[in-house]
């Protein structure tokens, strides 16, 4: 006997599309017990719903889900990349305009650290711009202390490993001397924790500016420090291959948006 498929949607999945977090912390927040559907709370997040079913987190109905957005924003140094921090140092989220909706941060930048920065209202789209297997290259301009030649950035061409860690191969460039510092071009495709400054570091190089210029097709371009774009919705499904569901009502062209 054939098995069928149940109705609707996974939990997660569903919660992730209406903005409420990424479907890993949605099922967090599922464990924490602060997920119900239809009055009783929910223990798994093995559970397919629909749109007939009534779904609260901390006792508030979820809102519809909206259409999926993405936004370009050229982080400034000095913010952290998280919703909150335990120091109680000023966030992304803190700065980003106040019309803005519910948005996640497709990876991080770290805080002293520049540039390119894709923001999502949708977890599915957050999950799948930080796949490991999509592999697309994000592109950084590296200003180091130092009078780096093409011998010393070799081994970074080849893949190094670090205190045990194996770092993928990088695109090197070594664009030009300035005085006491060098600027580089980097490209990656993994994105590990501090991996350029700890890959400069091991080759004898001080990284004193870190700007990301790219991140697979998106460019920082001509974004200002701390502006925000949107990204037009017939380049989202180009780019991300978005299966053409129902599209948001025309919107005039993406403005820029300066933050707080």
Do not use: C
């Not at 890959?199 to 870190?210: C, I, K, Q, Y």
Request: aromatic share 4%.
């Amino acid at each position: 006997m054939t098995q069928q498929t149940p109705e609707g949607d996974r939990i997660a999945k569903v919660l992730a599309r209406a903005g409420v977090a990424s479907r890993r912390e949605a099922e967090r927040m599922i464990q924490a017990g602060r997920v119900s559907v239809n009055g009783k709370t929910l223990a798994s997040p093995a559970l397919n719903v629909t749109d007939k079913d009534r779904i609260t987190v901390d006792g508030k109905p979820i809102k519809e889900a909206e259409p999926e957005r993405l936004w370009l924003y050229n982080k400034p140094t000095g913010l952290v990349t998280s919703h909150k921090d335990e120091k109680g140092r000023e966030t992304i989220f803190d700065a980003l305009p106040e019309d803005m909706p519910r948005v996640m941060s497709v990876g991080r930048l770290d805080l002293n650290s520049e540039g390119l920065l894709l923001l999502t209202n949708d977890g599915d789209i957050k999950r799948k711009l930080e796949l490991p297997s999509t592999g697309w290259l994000r592109k950084y301009r590296v200003r180091v202390n130092g009078r780096p030649t093409e011998d010393t950035l070799a081994p970074l061409r080849k893949g190094i490993t670090i205190e045990g860690e194996r770092f993928q191969p990088m695109e090197v460039s070594l664009d030009r001397q300035q005085g006491a510092n060098a600027w580089i071009t980097i490209g990656l495709r993994e994105g590990k924790n501090r991996e350029i400054r700890r890959a400069m570091e091991t080759v004898g190089l001080a990284v004193n500016r870190l700007i990301r210029v790219s991140y697979g097709p998106f460019q920082l371009g001509q974004l200002k420090s701390g502006e925000v774009e949107e990204i037009r919705r017939r380049v989202m499904r180009d780019q991300l291959g978005l299966d053409g569901g129902k599209a948001p009502e025309a919107r005039p062209k993406p403005k820029r948006t300066r933050t707080r």
